[in-house]
């Protein structure tokens, strides 16, 4: 899983993964993984209940009619496009008692004249900025946007961007607040969820556009009332809601520019706020607004909402109280998850399913008091990891007895037909390992599990993009593809283990290697379960008392069930350092256990390289001087293509991988011998004397082609024996 352990160091320290996210990469996003237009983010969180649509309309509409009365009064010229906004003012009331709120004008507990002053801050924030013409600060008829080439780099000018935007959300926020304070304990009743949106700026932070990290300067963050309200001078990404990304002008690169920085920087919500589904976002050019939704797979971005008009006013005044009113889940929160302030831990609901499906309304409640693993990446899985106890705590630490892994892989609808289902993986290996013969056997034994479900006021659903996106899952993505299915899902298991990274030994490493693959090889023998994921951070190590350290294979996320397949399976999954060269080059060749033991061959080499023990590593700049150092950056094809010349004879992989371990290590001859042994069967073998077993390339016999892959896999049973043995011996 990557899912029992916190981020590993190994992959820190040789770069990336295919997930990795770098400015350029966020540049990219912004052609391929951003769905524009979609207003339906507009809606996403509208109140689900009549009662909350209503209450929402009718704050909306007074908010409205507040903010155009001041413009108009402010103003020496009439405000544009105010005709659709006095519609909507006109539309009768459904409620008496919020009719005789808005036409009172009395909407709060404070006098009117309390009221106007406590805004008039926020309102001077913004004025400047909604009125047309007037944020470029130029005469009439001069150019509306800064020259393409600036990119939206005037620091100034984005700051005071930023400045506008808070007031704006400040000045919606209060008048939500005195309408809902003016509202009688029954009426408020019915709307227990209703929030208070906090505009927060760091105001030691500079624009994000003029650095080389990403940094949060402005957001939203949400606070239950009994606070005072008021806007915040710092917040980080545990507190935001939304992050806010302004910039001067309006070209089409400045807007891609600020969708790019705006992923950065949501990517970091995602690692740190454990109960996060989805997340919203904002970009502000100029004087528009659009609004954004992060998903697992792409981002919705709605159109520009003008705030030079009075449409584009209200519709943002709309979002924000709908965001004030709706359900914790429609705003991306979960709700399944809670963190009790008090005594300093959490809960956690697991679904708890009694058989090989993963759909029950049946939940078991864990504990827990720290995140070991938090959703490191903008898309994908958003695979995190607790340590947990089914035991309610009784003192002030929490003594954990399994791992939880929360994730969101991609699924059939039909519970039922769901063959790639973790869960049911894990339910056959528990009972099928249980009489393994094999000694002192290490697996991973599922305790509970299941698909998540969520309560609301509208009812029970199941947590899958269909439910969480509502309109927005029928949308197609930039390449026209349909947006994948996902369905959120826990797993507990254990036992508990420790990262990769821990070994203290050569001699500990191999052992732990050595296990894991040992329970590969039964999985598959006994359960039809092929791995496909062998990582750095899917082996851990298990340390009991009164045993020696073990090794414990994890995460079955990208496994397949090899006894139903029919065909070849050439998909492309795990993590790109550790793939095997057909998988890089996505060629038509069968997967085999022999990808996998090829995967585990370059997680030795990487251990061994960087170095084993406290005080055996390699500095970072001796690692950027190796061959091997490329296996973790760029694209799958290239490195494909790398590893195909450096491992296509013995002689070269001993001059560009073997000599180059490190050799401050004790017993580093003992994992250079594991290593030729394990290369020697898998691309060498001298059991196999047809030449058509042999290297990395197509191979020319009696002349036909034959590629050594191919002929490699129809040996695997012979091949795994011998490696087996390779690494007994170890």
Known sequence: MASYTAESSLDSRWCSDDDDETDTEADMWAKTRLIRDADAVLDIAKPQSAAGRVLASNISKHISAELEHRLNTASTYAIADTSKTQSALEAPMQNNNYRQLLLSGTTSAMSKDERSAATTNAFAGFQEWITPESIQHQPIGAPSTPPDSTCGDDTDDAKQIHTSVQSFIYFVAQEIDSFISALDAD?????????????????????????SSPTIEAGITTQHRGSSIEPLNSFCCADAFAVIEARPGKTRRIIDKAYAQLMQSTRSIYKVQFDRRFVFGLTVCDNEVRVCLFSNDVVFSSSALDMSIAFGRQQFIELL???????????????????????????????????????????????????????????????????????????????????????????????????????????????????????????????????????????????????????????????????????????????IGEPL??????????????????????????CNILHRDISNNNILVVREEGKPPRGLLIDFDCAVDVGERQRPNPETVGVLPYRSISNLLGTDVEQTELDDWESLLYLLCLCATVGIGENCERSPEDIEMLVTKNWCTGRAQSIGLLKTGILASLPGFERHVVCNFNSNQPNVEDIRTLARGIYTNLFWNPTLSDIRFKGTADISAGGMWFDPFQERAREKDAIVHTLLSTINKC
Request: net charge negative; aromatic share 8%; proline share 6%.
């Open 187 to 211: 009426a408020l009743g019915e709307h227990p969820t209703y929030r208070r949106l906090l505009p927060c700026m760091n105001q030691e932070c500079h624009p994000s556009n003029t650095g």
């Open 321 to 495: 109280v709908y965001w004030s009113l709706c359900d914790e889940d429609q705003l991306g929160f979960d709700t399944t998850v809670h963190w009790d302030k008090d005594n300093n831990y959490g809960t956690i609901e697991c679904p708890d399913t009694a058989d090989e499906s993963s759909c029950s309304a049946a939940t078991k409640m864990y504990y827990f008091d720290k995140v070991l693993l938090g959703a490191d990446s903008l898309f994908g899985r958003h695979t995190r990891c607790f340590l947990v106890t089914d035991e309610r705590p009784s003192g002030d630490e929490i003594k954990p007895k399994f791992a939880l892994k929360d994730t969101w892989p991609e699924a059939t609808e039909d519970p039922a037909r769901d063959r790639r289902d973790e869960v049911m993986f894990m339910r056959r290996i528990k009972g099928e390992l249980a009489n393994s013969d094999v000694e002192d056997l290490v697996y991973p034994k599922l305790e509970a599990g299941g698909r998540v479900s969520i309560d609301t006021d509208g009812g029970r659903f199941e947590d899958n993009t269909r439910n969480a996106l509502g309109p927005l899952y029928s949308l197609r993505k930039p390449d026209n593809t349909a947006i994948p299915f996902r369905v959120h899902k826990r797993l507990v298991m254990s036992p």
């Open 501 to 526: 990274e821990t070994v203290d030994s050569v001699h500990e490493l191999i052992v732990v290697l050595g296990d894991a693959m040992r329970c590969h090889t039964e999985v598959l023998r006994r």
